[in-house]
């Protein structure tokens, strides 16, 4: 292995470095598309537009002089 010989580092610790890489990688790709949090966001980002619209029919509604 070539960049063991160049930085000296040991063999055990570069393979462990990778497999710390591997293993954070996989992990990130998995909490990236876990079907229940895009879900959970694509909600979230829902309920504050339908949040949004309240508010403005609200201020409208306040507006024409009806209390809400």
Do not use: C, I
Not at 36 to 62: P, W, Y
């Amino acid at each position: 292995m070539r960049s063991r010989e160049t930085n000296q580092v040991p063999a055990h610790e570069l393979e462990e470095w990778r497999r710390v890489f591997l293993d954070s990688g996989t992990q990130g790709l998995k909490r990236r598309f876990d079907p229940e949090d895009r879900e959970l966001k694509r909600m979230q980002a829902k309920l504050g537009e339908v949040m949004m619209r309240l508010e403005l029919a609200e201020d409208l509604l306040e507006k024409k002089g009806y209390k809400t």
